[in-house]
């Protein structure tokens, strides 16, 4: 088992010295269960006290003018990065620039802890996947270490089981300590989040720009790849999952069977169930669900499985991921706290966001504004009923 820990509390982050305190005031502060308004002090980096007296305080005073101070936010699936690795269908952009980006629109929404999620085998949109992935993961790692990031990056390996290269790239890519999750996706059409197959052929060569005659072929050689290549290889990499001692998810799960054959593997989270059904077999098993914060914002899924909303009512949603928007997440959880169909306050709905995906994760250092807990912190103003983030702090230090 690689030796990952818990947190890279010893970078450096921009704008401040590592381990910042500070008394922060006049704020609505988004405890677990409750909301304070008595101040609260972080020292070297944690949190000190909350709620108390803070008219004699030595420490430096934050006055947050009334606005929120929430937990930084724990996003454990990001697509994001690939937004600016690519930036056009034919370009390919320089990795270090490129992550930059991308780490300057994570912090903005009030993501301080981010789980990038990279795809670990082919795809028929991006065959590339297989060249770029470690020269990626490469250029994470020198960014994180030469302090170009604000929030901390930590890699989600999404691993496509119809890909035969898939387990050599697993096994290459969790060398890496900065490999904390993986999942297992099957993106074949005809099950899981493409079940109609003629909607996902109409998709793909629109995608990919190419003839109904190419795209068939192709079509063709992925189902049969995946028939016969998937199971094998899922089997791989779950075996090395195991042996590197990381939470592993199962991606769209559909059906029964779908969970458990999950529950079976040892899997703990189903990621992005795609019907009621599944949501709840997931549940009666012990697994966690993660749900898409887009597809509560957007009143739907894009590809037509199950909504959010749904699920929420259902009370079958444990945490929310940003999965192509990476501000999601925040606006996902004002958004429930303020919507009177959703039974769910803004403690328990700030938690979908923060407490709920670090404790998935293993991080039990942050995602709470907790005595003890690592002083990740979010000023969020609300204008009009939109957060806005005025600040952020990553251990105490103010990175944006």
Same mark, same amino acid.
């Given at each position: 088992?690689?030796?990952?820990?818990?947190?890279?509390?010893?970078?450096?982050?921009?704008?401040?010295?590592?381990?910042?305190?500070?008394?922060?005031?006049? +704020?609505?502060?988004?405890? &677990?269960?409750?909301?304070?308004?008595?101040?609260?002090?972080?020292?070297?980096?944690?949190?000190?006290?909350?709620?108390?007296?803070? %008219?004699?305080? !030595?420490?430096?005073?934050?006055?947050?003018?009334?606005?929120?101070?929430?937990?930084?936010?724990?996003?454990?699936?990001?697509?994001?990065?690939?937004?600016?690795?690519?930036?056009?269908?034919? @370009?390919?952009?320089? =990795?270090?620039?490129?992550?930059?980006?991308?780490?300057?629109?994570?912090?903005?929404?009030?993501?301080?802890?981010?789980?990038?999620?990279?795809?670990?085998?082919?795809?028929?949109?991006?065959?590339?996947?297989?060249?770029?992935?470690?020269?990626?993961?490469? +250029?994470?790692?020198?960014?994180?270490?030469?302090?170009?990031?604000?929030?901390?990056?930590?890699?989600?390996?999404?691993?496509?089981?119809?890909? &035969?290269?898939?387990?050599?790239?697993?096994?290459?890519?969790?060398?890496?300590?900065?490999?904390?999750?993986?999942?297992? $996706?099957?993106?074949?059409?005809?099950?899981?989040?493409?079940?109609?197959?003629?909607?996902? #052929?109409?998709?793909?060569?629109?995608?990919?720009?190419? %003839?109904?005659?190419?795209?068939?072929?192709?079509?063709?050689?992925?189902?049969?790849?995946?028939?016969?290549?998937?199971?094998?290889?899922?089997?791989?990499?779950?075996?090395?999952?195991?042996?590197?001692?990381? &939470?592993?998810?199962?991606?769209?799960?559909?059906?029964?069977?779908?969970?458990?054959?999950? %529950?079976?593997?040892?899997?703990?989270?189903?990621? #992005?169930?795609?019907?009621?059904?599944?949501?709840?077999?997931? *549940?009666?098993?012990?697994?966690?669900?993660?749900?898409?914060?887009?597809? #509560?914002?957007?009143?739907?899924?894009?590809?037509?499985? /199950?909504?959010?909303?749904?699920?929420?009512?259902?009370?079958?949603?444990?945490?929310?991921? %940003?999965?192509?928007?990476?501000?999601?997440?925040?606006?996902?959880?004002?958004?429930?706290?303020?919507?009177?169909?959703?039974?769910?306050?803004?403690? !328990?709905?700030?938690?979908? /966001?923060?407490?709920?995906?670090?404790? $998935?994760?293993?991080?039990?250092?942050?995602?709470?504004?907790?005595?003890?807990?690592?002083?990740?912190?979010?000023?969020?103003?609300?204008?009009?009923?939109?957060?806005? @983030?005025? !600040?952020?702090? *990553?251990?105490?230090?103010?990175? =944006?």
């Amino acid at each position: 088992m690689l030796d990952r820990p818990a947190s890279l509390d010893g970078v450096h982050t921009p704008h401040a010295a590592p381990g910042g305190s500070a008394i922060f005031t006049n +704020a609505t502060f988004v405890l &677990p269960t409750a909301l304070e308004s008595a101040p609260l002090a972080v020292e070297d980096g944690v949190i000190s006290a909350v709620g108390f007296d803070a %008219s004699s305080a !030595a420490a430096a005073t934050i006055d947050c003018e009334g606005d929120y101070l929430i937990p930084g936010v724990v996003d454990l699936h990001t697509d994001h990065v690939e937004t600016h690795v690519h930036p056009r269908s034919t @370009v390919q952009w320089k =990795f270090l620039p490129a992550l930059m980006a991308h780490d300057a629109v994570v912090i903005s929404g009030g993501t301080t802890t981010v789980f990038d999620s990279l795809c670990v085998g082919a795809t028929m949109k991006r065959p590339e996947r297989r060249e770029i992935l470690l020269p990626l993961i490469d +250029a994470l790692d020198a960014g994180q270490k030469a302090g170009a990031f604000r929030a901390e990056h930590l890699l989600h390996l999404r691993c496509e089981i119809s890909d &035969p290269d898939t387990p050599k790239l697993t096994e290459d890519a969790l060398k890496h300590p900065l490999a904390r999750i993986i999942s297992v $996706m099957d993106h074949t059409p005809g099950d899981r989040q493409s079940p109609d197959i003629e909607r996902w #052929f109409n998709h793909m060569i629109h995608e990919t720009e190419i %003839s109904q005659a190419e795209g068939r072929e192709r079509m063709d050689e992925l189902l049969e790849r995946s028939a016969r290549l998937g199971a094998k290889v899922r089997a791989t990499v779950i075996e090395l999952a195991k042996q590197a001692g990381v &939470p592993i998810m199962s991606h769209d799960d559909r059906s029964v069977a779908h969970v458990d054959q999950a %529950s079976d593997e040892g899997v703990s989270i189903s990621e #992005f169930p795609t019907t009621v059904v599944a949501a709840k077999r997931a *549940r009666s098993l012990g697994l966690k669900n993660i749900a898409g914060a887009p597809n #509560f914002l957007r009143g739907g899924s894009q590809s037509g499985n /199950v909504a959010v909303r749904t699920l929420l009512e259902e009370g079958l949603v444990d945490a929310l991921a %940003s999965d192509y928007v990476p501000r999601s997440p925040l606006d996902c959880a004002f958004a429930i706290a303020s919507d009177e169909g959703v039974d769910m306050d803004l403690p !328990a709905a700030i938690g979908l /966001v923060t407490d709920a995906p670090a404790q $998935m994760a293993g991080l039990t250092d942050r995602g709470r504004l907790e005595v003890g807990r690592r002083a990740d912190l979010v000023r969020v103003a609300l204008v009009d009923g939109q957060p806005i @983030v005025r !600040a952020v702090w *990553r251990a105490g230090n103010q990175v =944006f």
